[in-house]
């Protein structure tokens, strides 16, 4: 008999658990606006239903287009480019440097 799945991330609870509480979102989490071109950073926050895969912890993105209240970010992992749909709640905006 086959082991049942535990899911998107059993088994790795531990290691998301500091991002996964719905206490730390507050109302500005969801009402943050990104311009198409601007670097964000991808970490997983609060739901988990709607989070990012977790290999995305922490990879840095650049905003390409929107998709209702979620943004389109373009990836790179290792040599290809990933394209990845991403609720405003799970992006950081990342600062340039002058």
């Known amino acids: 008999m086959a082991k049942r799945s535990l899911g998107l991330i059993g088994s790795r609870s531990r290691n998301l658990s500091r991002h996964h509480k719905p206490s730390d979102l507050a109302v500005k ?3 943050k606006q990104f311009n198409i071109g601007d670097k964000v950073a991808i970490i997983p926050k609060g739901n988990v239903k709607d989070a990012p895969h977790p ?3 922490g990879k ?3 905003v390409t287009g ?3 209240q979620a943004y389109i970010v373009k990836v790179r992992d290792f ?3 990933k394209v990845l749909i991403v609720p405003n709640r799970h992006l950081e905006k990342i600062a340039k440097k002058e």
């Open 29 to 31: 989490d969801f009402i």
């Open 55 to 57: 290999r995305y912890k």
């Open 60 to 62: 840095i993105g650049t």
């Open 66 to 68: 929107k998709r209702g």
């Open 79 to 81: 040599n290809a480019e």
